[in-house]
């Protein structure tokens, strides 16, 4: 295995486990701070704290040329997918929102046989994904009918919205290729999208309803430092090095996560239906994983 994919392996599993903290801290962050300004303040201080670093490591700033490209990624993942995300979970829980959002996986597949004109499934990766949405709809037993409650339909279509806009954001990040080290592509793409956001906050007028205090700051905090730098970082380079298909399963294992962190921290469910849904989604995993090197294997041959 090269130091390259190796790295991309490790980039991986820090997503999988630290994207699936982050609902906990979204759910309590945007009950003290606005949404718009709460991720808009999150990736302007990630994104300088992040380009400073790269700076000083030696890595170049992208050239002009490459800064639409980058704009767009930033605009589509973090603008729209993140932002939406934040706003969501203002009416629906963290493990709501965490489950809608494993359905990244079926839309990045759709998107990337697309952009690639040709179908990137096959027998595992379909068996896969299946036992991935089997293993998330276990987590919730039979409690789907919060799917249709009233007060959920604005955080259930701002989840699903964030989920398209994501997975287009990553299957453009994946076949646009720009000359710049992925991780200061990553810094700039939390920029763009944070002044954007900080930008519409402002328009909305939500700088008067901004309620400062420790939980909110820390929450901030942590999403910054794990949320952004360590976890979109990974993330921009894991798409960089493997398969879409394959990156795409972070979505399967943060539920799990996310949903411990709720029963724990928010005193929500926790049963066997949790345990059954860990199985099916590790297998799940497992399967797509395996229909990826197959893939990988079939293109060097042909």
């Known amino acids: 295995m090269s130091e390259n994919k190796f790295k991309g392996y490790a980039a991986w599993i820090s997503v999988c486990i630290v994207w699936g903290t982050t609902y906990l801290a979204i759910r309590i962050g945007v009950a003290h701070i606005p949404p718009m300004l709460f991720a808009g303040v999150r990736w302007i201080l990630a994104g300088v704290i992040f380009v400073a670093v790269l700076l000083l490591s030696n890595k170049k700033f992208p050239a002009f040329k490459d800064l639409t490209h980058i704009a767009v990624m930033g605009i589509l993942m973090l603008g729209f997918g993140n932002g939406l995300v934040v ?6 829980s963290s493990g709501l929102a965490a489950l809608l959002i494993t359905t990244v996986p079926f839309w990045i597949v759709g ?21 991935g949405l089997l293993g998330v709809s276990a987590i919730f037993g039979d409690n789907w009918k919060e799917l249709f409650n009233k007060e959920y339909l604005l955080g ?19 076949h646009k290729k720009i000359n710049v080290h992925p991780l200061m592509s990553a810094a700039v793409q939390m920029l763009v999208a944070g002044v954007a956001q900080t930008i519409l906050g402002i328009i909305l007028g939500e700088t008067s309803s901004v309620s400062f205090n420790q939980e909110g700051i820390l929450s901030l905090a942590y999403l910054i430092i794990f949320g952004s730098i360590i976890g979109y ?30 029963w724990l921290v928010l005193d929500e469910k926790l049963n066997i239906f949790m345990i059954v849904a860990a199985i099916l989604i590790i297998a799940g995993v497992v399967l797509v994983k395996k229909g990826a090197e197959i893939n990988i294997a079939k293109k060097k041959l042909s």
């Open 87 to 92: 706003t969501g979970e203002q009416y629906i």
């Open 233 to 262: 970082g990974s993330y921009i380079y894991a798409i960089e090095h493997l398969p879409l298909s394959l990156v795409s399963t972070y979505a399967y294992i943060n539920p799990i996560i996310a949903v411990f962190l709720g």
């Open 111 to 131: 998107f990337d046989s697309f952009a690639s004109k040709k179908s990137m499934l096959n027998m595992f990766i379909s068996g896969g994904l299946l036992l």
């Open 156 to 174: 259930v279509l701002s989840i699903l919205g964030a989920v398209v806009a994501w997975s287009l954001g990553s299957v453009y990040s994946k």
